[in-house]
């Protein structure tokens, strides 16, 4: 063999280890870029689904290689934790969270998932399509460095307890988890329940042992936690339909390459109606199920109009303490 010619094909082959290493911004070139996602629930519930949604959309929009790792079933905490990751640019680049978690940052995100917000999911609809809800995504993107993507949720929202309601009356004194956001407390209070907040992954043994006595969710949230074994009747207060952000950390989203920001963000409002449009249509079909396997009991609320009259000043005295008021007007009026 001609050394000659074997001392250059090594020189060149240095030269060319050497450019790659001095220049890591190549090596992370090469490698495809990797995106964290959390949700708190297994495979087949709506917000898993939605996230996958998300993903599928995400690839199909970008065309080039990207890979996702949605952690699922709690594995990373609960979404309290996950917000905070996102906001931190750390563990965690995109999940679904409830607007009750971002209050530290954002005082009037909990309005959009207060009760009696929204009639029902197609009002919901065109409020999000009509982008009302926009100065609130600003602000959440301004003070906590997390961009709202797009809005999954649709779930009509129920109280659950270990006993049967049907009124106002039999309500009363009722002692029953809430959300964390402080509209969730007083809406409740109004109506003469007796709330409190207890993290969710607490509220099964919280009835079991009784701490409280009931909690309110929405169908998917019934079953996915099996709230039905400790409190087998579902009191159809219709109080909510849930709306559940999809949630994209800002620290994250900048550091991608413009292409790459566009199909987020517009994955995201995809991902968000298709989140709406599979809870919403899940709703009746899970209860029905739980309620033909002797699970739990749908008990019709006989005064949920009342129970709506009770909470409007809150509502609207709520609205006006965090600056919503303009958007609660908006919203009512759709």
Same mark, same amino acid.
């Given at each position: 063999?001609?050394?000659?010619?074997? %001392? &250059?094909?090594?020189?060149?082959? +240095?030269?060319?280890?050497?450019?790659?290493?001095?220049?890591?911004?190549?090596?992370?070139?090469?490698?495809?870029?990797?995106?964290?996602?959390?949700?708190?629930?297994?495979?087949?519930?709506?917000?898993?689904?939605?996230?996958?949604?998300?993903?599928? &959309? #995400?690839?199909?929009?970008?065309?080039?290689? *990207?890979?996702?790792?949605?952690?699922?079933?709690?594995?990373?905490?609960?979404?309290?934790?996950? @917000?905070?990751?996102?906001?931190?640019?750390?563990?965690?680049?995109?999940? *679904?969270?409830?607007?009750?978690? +971002?209050?530290?940052? !954002? &005082?009037?995100?909990? @309005?959009?998932?207060?009760? @009696?917000?929204?009639?029902?999911?197609?009002? +919901?609809?065109?409020?999000?399509?009509?982008?009302?809800?926009?100065?609130?995504?600003?602000?959440?993107? %301004?003070?906590?460095?997390?961009?709202?993507?797009?809005?999954?949720?649709?779930?009509?929202?129920?109280? @659950?307890?270990?006993?049967?309601?049907?009124?106002?009356?039999?309500?009363?004194?009722?002692? *029953?988890?809430? $959300?964390?956001?402080? *509209?969730?407390?007083?809406?409740?209070?109004?109506?003469?329940?007796?709330?409190?907040?207890?993290?969710?992954?607490?509220?099964?043994?919280?009835? $079991?042992?009784?701490?409280?006595?009931?909690?309110?969710?929405?169908?998917?949230? #019934?079953?996915? +936690?099996?709230?039905?074994?400790? !409190?087998?009747?579902?009191?159809?207060?219709?109080?909510?339909?849930?709306?559940?952000?999809?949630?994209?950390?800002?620290?994250?989203?900048?550091?991608?390459?413009?292409?790459?920001?566009?199909?987020?963000? $517009?994955?995201?409002?995809?991902? /968000?109606?298709? /989140? &709406?449009?599979?809870?919403?249509?899940?709703?009746?079909?899970?209860?029905?199920?739980?309620?033909?396997?002797?699970?739990?009991?749908?008990?019709?609320?006989?005064?949920?109009?009342?129970?709506?009259?009770?909470?409007?000043?809150?509502?609207?005295?709520?609205?006006?303490?965090?600056?919503?008021?303009?958007?609660?007007?908006?919203?009512? /009026?759709?």
């Amino acid at each position: 063999m001609d050394t000659r010619l074997t %001392r &250059r094909r090594a020189l060149a082959g +240095m030269g060319a280890a050497a450019f790659v290493i001095g220049s890591p911004s190549l090596l992370k070139a090469q490698s495809p870029i990797t995106l964290n996602g959390a949700v708190q629930f297994n495979d087949d519930h709506a917000f898993t689904k939605a996230l996958v949604r998300f993903e599928e &959309r #995400v690839k199909a929009l970008y065309g080039k290689p *990207i890979a996702f790792n949605l952690h699922k079933n709690s594995s990373l905490g609960l979404e309290k934790q996950y @917000f905070e990751y996102m906001a931190q640019g750390r563990a965690v680049d995109y999940g *679904i969270v409830s607007p009750a978690h +971002m209050s530290t940052f !954002a &005082r009037a995100a909990p @309005f959009i998932d207060a009760p @009696f917000v929204f009639r029902d999911v197609d009002h +919901m609809g065109k409020v999000v399509a009509a982008k009302m809800l926009k100065p609130i995504e600003d602000e959440v993107e %301004r003070r906590a460095g997390v961009r709202l993507v797009g809005h999954a949720g649709g779930g009509t929202r129920n109280i @659950f307890a270990n006993k049967p309601i049907k009124n106002l009356a039999e309500i009363r004194g009722l002692k *029953i988890r809430v $959300q964390g956001a402080p *509209i969730w407390s007083r809406t409740f209070s109004a109506v003469g329940m007796s709330p409190t907040v207890i993290a969710y992954n607490e509220v099964y043994n919280a009835i $079991q042992n009784g701490v409280i006595q009931a909690g309110e969710n929405e169908a998917a949230g #019934v079953e996915a +936690m099996k709230f039905y074994e400790v !409190a087998p009747n579902l009191v159809l207060t219709q109080h909510a339909v849930s709306i559940r952000p999809i949630c994209f950390s800002m620290k994250t989203l900048t550091s991608l390459p413009k292409d790459l920001q566009d199909a987020i963000l $517009q994955a995201g409002v995809e991902a /968000g109606e298709f /989140g &709406r449009q599979t809870e919403s249509s899940e709703d009746g079909a899970k209860l029905e199920a739980l309620e033909k396997a002797g699970r739990l009991k749908r008990i019709a609320f006989e005064e949920r109009d009342a129970m709506k009259k009770l909470t409007d000043p809150v509502m609207a005295a709520y609205a006006r303490e965090v600056g919503a008021e303009g958007i609660f007007g908006q919203v009512s /009026g759709v």
